[in-house]
């Protein structure tokens, strides 16, 4: 079960992260959870100034930036 | 914090927000305890609050902050304002294998490091001048 992370505020461009995120993750049939944290000081412990961002089992991925599904399958294998 | 749009929450949901094609330029400032530090560092502030980029913590960088060292992998530009030939800022970012950055130096403008000095206003704005110069040779 992997555990995916969407940090932003809620804007487009978040929500295209969580949309691409759970593409990835059902294009390659894994298990995973996803939550959305939107609260800035849960943000910035994570050493996040900049939004959106993928936190993927507690490791940052990507942060300020929308990949597409292809690009984050390779962040969850 | 730079949100990715706050200031658009209001439009409805799935328009495009304007700061989808915003650069992210993140600048890193000496932290030292000489002059040349303080010009460093008010040149990112203010080099910040013309809009030119945001700055971010060096210290975090060199800390091994994961998120903060993701953040300056994604970033567009990181821009490392070192104070003098010790290279502290560049030393940081190769030490964290980030290789995206341009560096300027204080001391390769003609400001002399001296440990009791302060930074003074034309000191600043030649950095920032500098600064503006490398970030826009730089797209």
């Given at each position: 079960m992997k555990t995916l992370q969407i940090l932003g505020t809620g804007c487009p461009?978040?929500?295209?992260?969580?949309?691409?995120?759970?593409?990835?993750?059902?294009?390659m049939g894994i298990e995973y959870a996803i939550e959305k944290i939107s609260d800035l000081k849960e943000i910035m412990k994570f050493g996040i100034m900049i939004t959106p961002a993928l936190v993927v089992d507690g490791e940052v991925k990507v942060v300020g930036k929308?990949?597409?599904?292809?690009?984050?399958?390779?962040?969850?294998? | 914090?730079?949100?990715?749009?706050?200031?658009?929450?209001?439009?409805?949901?799935?328009?495009?927000?304007?700061?989808?094609?915003?650069?992210?330029?993140?600048?890193?400032?000496?932290?030292?305890?000489?002059?040349?530090?303080?010009?460093?560092?008010?040149?990112?502030?203010?080099?910040?609050?013309?809009?030119?980029?945001?700055m971010f913590c060096l210290a975090g960088i060199g800390a091994g902050i994961p998120g903060m060292i993701q953040t300056a992998r994604d970033a567009d530009v990181n821009l490392v304002i070192d104070g003098c030939p010790m290279d502290c800022g560049k030393?940081?970012?190769?030490?964290?294998?980030?290789?995206?950055?341009?560096?300027?130096?204080?001391t390769d403008l003609g400001i002399e490091k001296v440990k009791v000095a302060r930074a003074t206003e034309e000191q600043v704005a030649t950095v920032v001048a500098k600064a503006k110069d490398v970030l826009a040779a730089g797209r």
């Open positions: 461009k978040c929500k295209k992260l969580a949309e691409n995120a759970e593409a990835a993750a059902k294009a929308v990949p597409d599904a292809e690009a984050i399958k390779a962040m969850l294998r | 914090m730079a949100e990715c749009c706050g200031k658009n929450k209001a439009k409805a949901p799935g328009e495009s927000c304007g700061c989808e094609k915003k650069e992210t330029v993140l600048l890193y400032a000496c932290s030292g305890g000489a002059n040349v530090a303080e010009v460093a560092d008010q040149a990112a502030r203010q080099l910040t609050s013309q809009g030119s980029g945001s030393k940081v970012f190769d030490k964290a294998g980030l290789t995206n950055y341009v560096q300027i130096k204080v």
